[in-house]
C-alpha cells in the first residue's frame, strides 16, 4: 500500500472513529458514510497534492 493510501485510510478511520463517539454514526449507515468519507479524504489528498508545486531537481 502506498504512502498516501496508508495515510487517507487513517484519516477516514480518526473521522468515522469521532462521528461515532458523537453519535453521528450507527452500524446501519456505516458502510454508506465510510465510503463517503474515504471518498472525501481522497479527493481532498489529491487535490492538495496537485496545487503542490514540484521540486525542480
Not at 502506498?2 to 462521528?19: N, P, S
Not at 458502510?31 to 468519507?37: L, S, V
Request: hydrophobic letters at 35%.
Amino acid at each position: 500500500m502506498k504512502q498516501d493510501e496508508e495515510l487517507i485510510l487513517k484519516v477516514t478511520k480518526e473521522v468515522v472513529i469521532k462521528f461515532i463517539e458523537i453519535g453521528r454514526l450507527s452500524v446501519n449507515s456505516f458502510d454508506e458514510i465510510f465510503k463517503q468519507i474515504h471518498r472525501t479524504v481522497h479527493d481532498s489528498m489529491k487535490e492538495i497534492s496537485s496545487e503542490k508545486p514540484k521540486a525542480k531537481n
